[in-house]
């Protein structure tokens, strides 16, 4: 799990920024056929065979034309795939200096912005959290079905498991900012954390 968080620690501030600060089992679609890449493909595969169908209508396509298509089916598979299908970023900054404690979620459309006092914070806490398949019958039906047009769906059927860490405040509410399915990233990010704001 290289890359899954960034920590940075200057002074009286702590900085933490992750992608994976949700534990849940996605569907089975989501885990075997549809991912960002794919919704990015299409998107762009569509948006060009839209200009190609505008361009077909008043200019002969030619191979120039092609090499144009692939260019800009690259172009705009990335901006996509960087702008609109892009994981959603969980940003955590605690601040001594201001006590406080600013979150922070980027999301497709917008950002959502919440704060805490550092007084408020009980607790780092350290979870494990095993998500089971709810319906083994039709696991198995779908499992039989992909077989059949020889194809394997990673992941699908099996138990999640996940350690997370999560703050928890005075008002019992616990904001969850990292999970992993290896144990030793949430180690380090929660011993991170509670040396920080112990010192």
Known sequence: MDNAYQIDIKD????????FFKAEKGSALHIGIYNRELASSLAAGALVMLLGFFLAAKYKITAVHFIAALVLF???FIGFRTYIFREPLLYVAIDKARGVINFSVNKIFGQKNFSFP???????RQDYVSITPENPDGIKFVEKIALQHGTVI???GKTAEFYTVEMEFKNRQRIMIFSSEDPSPADDIAIKFKNFIER
């Not at 009286?12 to 992608?19: E, V, Y």
């Not at 550092?118 to 780092?124: D, K, M, R, S, T």
């Open 118 to 124: 550092i007084a408020e914070l009980e607790n780092i």
């Open 12 to 19: 009286n501030l702590l900085t933490f920024r992750t992608a």
């Open 74 to 76: 690259t172009a705009f």
């Open 154 to 156: 990673p992941g699908f």
